[in-house]
């Protein structure tokens, strides 16, 4: 069950998948490659973070954990797909939601660029 939204997001939020293809344009990233974005979730314990991973992986995203140095506990999510507008504003809103359903924090999304 890939997440794809019909609503787009607003296309300046930092956290859009317009604004999300729009840096990787910026910055010459192929567009037409696949890229492996990730997308960042804190929570304050390892079985928050355990529970997060789960619904990701029902999802069909890929997720790891591992304990933070601050003592918070990271649920990175990835989505390895050619980035389209309206499946990184459905992943994008699965991630805030899942952060804050979860008692957690979602940090934002970072992917390589393909030059």
Known sequence: MIIRNTKP????H??????????????????DAKHEITFWLYFPSE??????????VEAELSAD??????????????CP???DEALIDGVMQFCIKLA???GGEFDGWESPLYI
Not at 9 to 12: G, K, T
Not at 51 to 56: L, N, T
């Open 9 to 12: 997001m607003n296309p300046i």
């Open 14 to 31: 930092p956290h859009s998948g317009s604004f999300l293809i729009g840096q990787l344009n910026r910055f010459g990233s192929d567009l």
């Open 47 to 56: 079985t928050c973070a355990q529970k997060a991973s789960q619904k990701a």
């Open 65 to 78: 954990v591992t304990a933070s140095m601050d003592g918070q506990w990271l649920c990175l999510i990835a």
């Open 81 to 83: 797909h050619v980035p």
């Open 100 to 102: 804050s359903d979860l």
